[in-house]
């Protein structure tokens, strides 16, 4: 039964448009959520996150909003730019828990 | 300062047969976590060391899999007897400071494992 849900495999941007990934969750009891960036043949890294407490996080051009009553976050990327092309996965996590329930990412695609 | 380092990249195997995979995490970093991602599912955690115990093994899938990290340092990850089930990539990460919720966990670049 997955936790964090994607359900876009992928999205397609246009470069300078606003990218903006979506995820669901279902366990009541996460109050962490990060988002992670892959490329091909390399590791996820760290994107961004936002603690439960806090509804807006803001990093240069990445921004996660997080809607507690929805179970539901998302990420938005503006402008976007070919670089961001990359598979994005959501994950969340409870205070004291030393792993990351993750979805099962969407492939952002950046066209010129 | 090198990153996490996984041996090795992809491995192809029988059934039936063993396969080892290596984790060598950022020096200093004490916590190391072992996820899998099978193909086109989501990234799921196995298990968690502090140096060398064992902290959330509660991830693994079964006892074919075993998890060592002797001396706190570098980890393997044996699976014996591989099934077609197993195949995936594996993906170590390290982190100084323990808790899921800092952000400040690294990543491998993986091994992949192929299981015929």
């Known amino acids: 039964d997955q936790q964090v849900k994607q359900n876009s495999p992928s999205l397609s941007v246009q470069e300078g448009r606003i990218s903006i990934l979506n995820c669901d969750y279902t366990?009541?009891?996460?109050?962490?959520f990060l988002w992670y960036k892959k490329y091909p043949a390399e590791g996820p890294t760290f994107l961004i996150s936002i603690s439960s407490i806090k509804d807006k996080n803001e990093d240069g051009r990445f921004t996660v909003f997080l809607n507690k009553s929805a179970k539901h976050l998302s990420l938005h990327i503006v402008p976007s730019q070919p670089g961001d092309s990359a598979v994005y996965f959501c994950?969340?996590?409870?205070?004291?828990?030393?792993?990351?329930?993750f979805g099962k990412g969407t492939h952002l695609i950046i066209q010129p | 300062e090198a990153g996490v380092t996984q041996f090795p990249s992809h491995s192809v195997i029988e059934k039936g047969q063993t396969v080892t995979l290596r984790c060598d995490p950022i020096?200093?970093?004490?916590?190391l976590y072992w996820y899998r991602r099978v193909m086109g599912k989501e990234i799921k955690f196995l298990l968690h060391?502090?140096?060398?115990?064992?902290?959330?093994e509660s991830g693994m899938p079964n006892n074919r899999f075993l998890a060592e990290r002797t001396g706190g340092t570098y980890s393997t990850l044996k699976v014996q007897p591989a099934e077609l089930e197993d195949s995936g990539v594996y993906f170590c990460?390290?982190?100084?400071?323990?808790?899921?919720?800092?952000?400040?966990?690294?990543f491998g670049e993986g091994s992949r494992l192929t299981v015929l």
């Open positions: 990460a390290s982190s100084r400071i323990r808790g899921a919720n800092t952000g400040e966990l690294f």
């Open positions: 020096s200093g970093h004490d916590n």
């Open positions: 994950a969340a996590t409870r205070g004291g828990a030393d792993g990351l329930t």
């Open positions: 366990n009541s009891m996460f109050d962490y």
């Open positions: 060391f502090v140096k060398e115990s064992k902290q959330d």
